[in-house]
């Protein structure tokens, strides 16, 4: 029958819309966080807060500091004897070091060295190009003195600075340092600049940054973010102690400041990790503590002297560790002292490892290295070294750091000689072999399945002394082993000169090495 509705079908349909109704209302009173009838309006259900604007924002800190930060624009001079060397985009890639090269591939600044984005360039004087790029970069005193990348400003014929306010100043190159990728400029003339300060404090992992800089050309850009990590070594140079930041750092911010809540500089950005040459939340800042070590040493003398004390160094493992009996990797084991220099003339010797310096802890080589490289020749360092099991306290006057330092290498001349079947070495007196000199054993063959072979050592390396003891002959590598063995060690410590200088290998005793 057509039109007739049950009863039964009646309460059915009216119980579905009261539950129905149920739902919505419960629905709308959870979002309105308050019970509120379905048929009220959208603009009783509008979230508010009780805040303030000022609470939760940037904006007093960023209005406070930008005026100090700066866009930087170089232009660099191409003659028509090297104008091939630029390519289609303007990248000027003649002159450029590898590790600036490698730099700039992090930084996704494979169009320039300027850190922007690189238009066709104009034709200089006498058919040259002229190349422009881009960076940023931030004032630290009222008189106009500029910090930014070496990178940014590196072979720049001409560099200009433009502030927040559009004013432009042609600035002056006073000293840059590749070895931080630090640049020092200034602005003449001038005595009431906006300025900020360096950090005094290092920020803690999780701190709240502000990174400003000139991302892409566009100028005053602020991103935000927070310290995601500290101590990040990039491989871009000796000295890498970078904070690991997530604001959104792009082309061009190269040599802007990163800032913390309280608007001092703890950072200057310099790199960024990206497949894609933008941004991806892994941004590097160079910290203010090395920045202002070494603006201070360009503003005094337009360049850098770095201390030295004249030891090759390497990082203490844990193969190295039970080799030396140590119960830690901290510290710094020298591989090398060169002879005359500040470590030698303190009586340094290979195999010391370096734990303190000037009382505090050492982590390890490359904070070493960090730590002495930023002292100033002259001064007197306090190192304490472990020897033998035993602490010792050395006292030294450090020198500057050469310019140019040799490293030895040893001639990979493939003789006959002596096995040492149990390591997979075929082995020479370095006397009998030319130009290896006359101390060692040289390697002569290296079976790729032995345990040497595993621990790095190649055909040419020579073997210096073997558990301490200097070595001559492949029967005293055999003797050294024995007696390492002997003593119930895990490990034992060749000492090797190699292509890249001297370094010790830890090779396990086993039953197949010893």
Same mark, same amino acid.
């Given at each position: 029958? @057509?039109?007739?509705?049950?009863?039964?079908?009646?309460? &059915?349909?009216?119980?579905?819309?009261?539950?129905?109704?149920?739902?919505?209302?419960?629905?709308?009173?959870?979002?309105?966080?308050?019970?509120?009838?379905?048929?009220?309006?959208?603009?009783?259900?509008?979230?508010?807060?009780?805040?303030?604007?000022?609470?939760?924002?940037?904006?007093?800190?960023?209005?406070?500091?930008?005026?100090?930060?700066?866009?930087?624009?170089?232009?660099?001079?191409?003659?028509?004897? !090297?104008?091939?060397?630029?390519?289609?985009?303007?990248?000027?890639?003649?002159?450029?070091?590898?590790?600036?090269?490698?730099?700039?591939?992090?930084?996704?600044?494979?169009?320039?060295?300027?850190?922007?984005?690189?238009?066709?360039?104009? =034709?200089?004087?006498?058919?040259?190009?002229?190349?422009?790029?881009?960076?940023?970069?931030?004032?630290?005193?009222?008189?106009?003195?500029?910090?930014? !990348?070496?990178?940014?400003?590196?072979?720049?014929?001409?560099?200009?600075?433009?502030?927040?306010?559009?004013?432009?100043?042609?600035?002056?190159?006073?000293?840059?340092?590749?070895?931080?990728?630090?640049?020092?400029?200034?602005?003449?003339?001038?005595?009431?600049?906006?300025?900020?300060?360096?950090? #005094?404090?290092?920020? =803690?992992?999780?701190?709240?940054?502000?990174?400003?800089?000139?991302?892409?050309?566009?100028?005053?850009?602020?991103?935000?973010?927070?310290?995601?990590?500290?101590?990040?070594?990039?491989?871009? %140079?000796?000295?890498?102690?970078?904070?690991?930041?997530?604001?959104?750092?792009?082309?061009?911010?190269?040599?802007?400041? @990163?800032?913390?809540?309280?608007?001092?500089?703890?950072?200057?950005?310099?790199?960024?990790?990206?497949?894609?040459?933008?941004?991806?939340?892994?941004?590097?800042?160079?910290?203010?503590?090395?920045?202002?070590?070494?603006?201070?040493?360009? &503003?005094?003398?337009?360049?850098?002297?770095?201390?030295?004390?004249?030891?090759?160094?390497?990082?203490?493992?844990?193969?190295?560790?039970?080799?030396?009996?140590?119960?830690?990797?901290?510290?710094?084991?020298?591989?090398?002292?060169? +002879?005359?220099?500040?470590?030698?003339? +303190?009586?340094?010797?290979?195999?010391?490892?370096?734990?303190?310096?000037?009382?505090?802890?050492?982590?390890?080589?490359?904070?070493?290295?960090?730590?002495?490289?930023?002292?100033?020749?002259?001064?007197?360092?306090?190192? @304490?070294?472990? =020897?033998?099991?035993?602490?010792?306290?050395?006292?030294?006057?450090?020198?500057?750091?050469?310019?140019?330092?040799?490293?030895?290498?040893?001639?990979?001349?493939?003789?006959?000689?002596?096995?040492?079947?149990?390591?997979?070495?075929?082995?020479?007196?370095?006397?009998?072999?030319?130009?290896?000199?006359?101390?060692?054993?040289?390697?002569?063959?290296? #079976?790729?399945?032995?345990?040497?072979?595993?621990?790095?050592?190649?055909?040419?390396?020579?073997?210096?002394?073997? %558990?301490?003891? +200097?070595?001559?002959?492949?029967?005293?590598?055999?003797?050294?082993?024995?007696?390492?063995?002997?003593?119930? &060690?895990?490990?034992?410590?060749?000492?090797?000169?190699?292509?890249?200088?001297? =370094?010790?290998?830890?090779?396990?005793?086993?039953?197949?090495?010893?």
């Amino acid at each position: 029958m @057509t039109g007739f509705t049950s009863p039964s079908s009646r309460v &059915r349909r009216r119980r579905s819309a009261l539950l129905a109704g149920v739902v919505a209302v419960a629905m709308t009173g959870v979002i309105a966080g308050q019970f509120i009838p379905p048929y009220s309006s959208p603009a009783n259900a509008q979230i508010t807060t009780n805040q303030s604007a000022g609470q939760n924002s940037f904006a007093d800190v960023v209005e406070k500091v930008s005026p100090a930060v700066v866009s930087v624009k170089i232009k660099k001079d191409v003659n028509a004897r !090297n104008k091939m060397a630029a390519n289609e985009d303007g990248m000027f890639g003649e002159n450029i070091p590898p590790q600036i090269e490698r730099f700039l591939r992090r930084f996704g600044l494979e169009n320039g060295p300027g850190g922007g984005q690189m238009p066709r360039p104009p =034709r200089g004087e006498n058919g040259g190009r002229q190349v422009v790029g881009q960076g940023s970069g931030f004032i630290i005193s009222a008189d106009g003195y500029v910090v930014t !990348n070496n990178h940014v400003v590196d072979g720049a014929s001409e560099v200009d600075v433009t502030t927040t306010d559009g004013k432009d100043y042609v600035a002056k190159v006073i000293g840059t340092d590749p070895r931080t990728d630090v640049a020092l400029l200034k602005i003449e003339g001038k005595t009431n600049l906006p300025w900020v300060k360096l950090s #005094d404090s290092s920020p =803690r992992v999780g701190d709240w940054v502000i990174a400003v800089g000139n991302p892409f050309g566009l100028g005053g850009t602020v991103t935000a973010g927070i310290v995601s990590a500290r101590g990040r070594d990039i491989g871009a %140079g000796p000295y890498d102690d970078f904070l690991q930041i997530d604001a959104a750092v792009n082309r061009g911010n190269s040599g802007g400041p @990163t800032f913390g809540l309280n608007g001092e500089v703890i950072g200057m950005n310099t790199a960024i990790v990206s497949p894609s040459g933008g941004n991806v939340g892994i941004a590097f800042a160079i910290p203010s503590e090395t920045v202002k070590t070494v603006v201070n040493q360009l &503003r005094e003398s337009g360049t850098v002297a770095r201390g030295y004390i004249g030891v090759q160094i390497q990082p203490v493992t844990d193969d190295l560790a039970s080799g030396l009996g140590l119960t830690a990797t901290q510290g710094a084991l020298v591989a090398q002292v060169q +002879a005359d220099a500040p470590a030698a003339k +303190a009586g340094l010797k290979s195999g010391d490892v370096i734990t303190k310096v000037n009382g505090e802890a050492v982590k390890d080589a490359r904070d070493l290295s960090r730590r002495i490289g930023m002292m100033k020749p002259g001064s007197t360092v306090a190192l @304490t070294v472990i =020897r033998d099991g035993k602490t010792m306290p050395f006292d030294l006057k450090l020198e500057q750091l050469p310019s140019d330092q040799q490293v030895a290498s040893a001639g990979e001349k493939d003789q006959a000689g002596t096995d040492v079947p149990r390591l997979g070495l075929q082995l020479a007196p370095a006397k009998s072999v030319q130009g290896a000199g006359s101390e060692g054993v040289v390697v002569t063959e290296v #079976d790729p399945k032995g345990a040497a072979a595993e621990r790095g050592i190649r055909s040419g390396d020579v073997i210096l002394d073997v %558990g301490g003891k +200097a070595v001559s002959t492949p029967k005293d590598v055999r003797d050294g082993l024995a007696a390492a063995k002997a003593e119930n &060690r895990k490990a034992v410590l060749m000492r090797v000169k190699g292509e890249q200088g001297v =370094r010790f290998v830890a090779i396990t005793i086993t039953d197949k090495a010893g």
